[in-house]
């Protein structure tokens, strides 16, 4: 792919569900939109300033550090009848074995050069059927162990 100038289009950023990590990848189907939030835990830690500190109040300071990370995937669509891609029945099928999924996020055109990828569950998933509106559904990824995150690729640069 050649690395393109100026401004990422949110429309070429997708995102593909597998049922196995050497599965078959299908984007999620007719995506309106999806957010990758990173997440890091952390834990403060207060100690009292050494015993030759002179100063009052010296140990109001924390240190901090992070104890974990986590990354959470949320996309909506518009449901879709004879859903190609991986629309909202393909989902709740998964959603309701309660196994893991695969996810990998990529600039379009560039399946094979994701950079997010690993195992998630799905926390979430709801659809709305609102009168005289195109029916919709909104599901949540949570992963569940080690992401890969390949951050050369993030924004199509370095991808192959």
């Not at 207060?46 to 104890?67: E, F, M, Q």
């Not at 094979?112 to 599901?139: K, N, Q, R, W």
Request: overall charge negative.
């Amino acid at each position: 792919m050649a690395t393109s100038t100026g401004y990422v289009n949110g429309s070429d950023l997708l995102v593909s569900v597998a049922g196995t990590s050497t599965g078959t990848y299908k984007a999620i189907g007719h995506c309106t939109t999806h957010t990758c939030s990173f997440s890091s835990e952390t834990k403060d830690r207060a100690v009292k300033p050494a015993a030759s500190t002179t100063t009052l109040g010296a140990g109001l300071w924390k240190d901090k550090s992070v104890s974990g990370l986590s990354v959470q995937i949320k996309a909506d669509g518009l449901r879709y009848y004879a859903e190609a891609e991986e629309g909202f029945g393909a989902l709740l099928g998964k959603w309701e074995t309660g196994a893991k999924v695969y996810l990998r996020a990529f600039v379009r055109s560039n399946d094979s050069a994701p950079y997010l990828s690993g195992a998630f569950i799905i926390s979430s998933l709801e659809h709305t059927g609102a009168a005289g509106d195109d029916a919709t559904y909104s599901v949540t990824f949570d992963n569940a162990g080690e992401v890969t995150i390949d951050n050369a690729k993030v924004d199509g640069v370095g991808a192959s």
